[in-house]
């Protein structure tokens, strides 16, 4: 067995050395994973788990190529990449094959930016790091806009532009959207957190901020603290079934763009100027959210007129995984191309590596400003061999177009399902890549948060790994290893199915039986609503004694994989 201590043993050691800060899955009743094939995980007894979430096992947990090829190259070199090799070269070539002619320069990064006690997966960090320095020496501007429940990383430049970390914590209302620095006489980086609220959409006064900074313990307030603490905000997420503009207005995509537009207006009045917007083509964690087709081509109009870049990051979304597409950014039509993307989690299919691709320009401007970039692990022989394999895989094995004839099953069990269960509010997303949004009722869009917890918890005791995720962790995410099978699809759409049904008892739901109901608010007009509620869709069922429900704690909440 590859077990080798006693599970209980792993766990004390696991509290007693390792960072508790990184939360364990079903922490309650944790998972022992000791090997994994495929789409499958298995624990120290041999019981197997469906992977639908394990998007960095993008080709199949431990695909034999995959492995050969790392290994082979391990042991014949492993060296930095200032000495030339065919690997690094071949890849950056094969990589840029995939993307529009302009972005054709690779930065090869991973992790190397901290030593994280929780492996495997902090290797895309690095690259969002770098694409923010690319994006403030090109432009010569500081500011970043970001969107709402956004995620990019967990190092320092990443958590402030990352919305969706700050919902974690525990008094989220008032915690703070951004960790400033201050730079304290006498030289001394003291690390401090303003307590404040920064809305979305807006840029908090230098007043307040001197307010707060006096009041939070009284700093001294350098150019530096009110640089940090205005250079970056947040534009809403552009969701149509729960955000501002929804799929019954006219033109979402233009008025989000328009959002865009207005937060760089209101840089502008304050003498500031934006560098960049940053944003997943798809955003995942933020709750699989599949922004109106054009509003990245109107956002980048806009930024690119205030001087500034656009970076899509494709880490959790990237190499086929939309399947009609090789990156989910191309969903948005030819015509829209970003200035840089970043690149990471299938990337490597485990192993540790990630990239930042981008134009000649920006990449010419980085270079011209002097300063050497060197990266000890990055774009090393062995990861290269590794990256190249991952490519080989998805070609040979048609994964891309695997996610488009699987994920159009899924998609289609989870829409038949919707059409029963009242439960869930929309289902969304591309390829292998779904969201499956569970409200208590239809009308109000109120968030099943205890319930979508209770789904990923009964799917554990069917041995199907799935997560729950987004601002009110409520939408069920699936983006499992591309190998995914429809026989998979069926088998999760069938114990999805008697979950759903016993939390609707315990709710006061009724099925929805009555054929094509399956609309929801986000595409209803209002007399449509008045009907729905004269029908009782969505009211809770007066008969049914409510059962309980599982308490919805903190420490039940089962961390989101990522
Ligand atoms: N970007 C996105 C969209 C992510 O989801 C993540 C990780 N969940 C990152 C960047 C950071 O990647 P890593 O943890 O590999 O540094």
Redesign the pocket.
Known sequence: SAEKLDKSKTLFLRKKHVGPSCKIFFSQDPIKIVKAKGQYMYDENGQRYLDCINNVAHVGHCHPDVVQAGAEQMGTLNTNARFLHDNLVLYAQRLQATLPPALSVCYFVN?GNSRNLCPP??????A?DLALRLARNFTGHDDIITLENA????VSSLIDISPYKHHQLPDAELRPSVHVVSAAPGGVHVNQTVHSRIHPFVYTPTSELAMLTNSGGGGYLGTEIQNLFQSSAQAPSPDVYRGRYRADHPDPAAAYADDVRELIDRAHEKGRKIAAFIA?SLQ??GGQVVPPAGYFQQVAAHVRRAGGVVIA?E??VGFGRVGSHFWAFQLQGADFVPDIV?M??PIGNGHPM?CVVTTAEVAQAFASSGMEYFNTFGGNPVSCAIGLAVLDVIGKEDLQGNAVRVGRRLSDLLEALKRKHPLIGDVRGRGLFIGVELVKDRLTLTPATAEAQEVIYKLKEEKILLSADGPHRNVLKFKPPMCFTPEDAELVAAKLDPVLTELEEVLGLKPLDVPNVGKDRSKRTLSDEHQQHHDGIGAPHPASAPKRIRKETNSRITPAA?
């Open positions: 992790s997966l902090n290797r895309s960090s690095e969002n995620y990019h990383g967990h997943e995942s964690c990051d880490v959790q970043t990471g989690k990630s990522d």
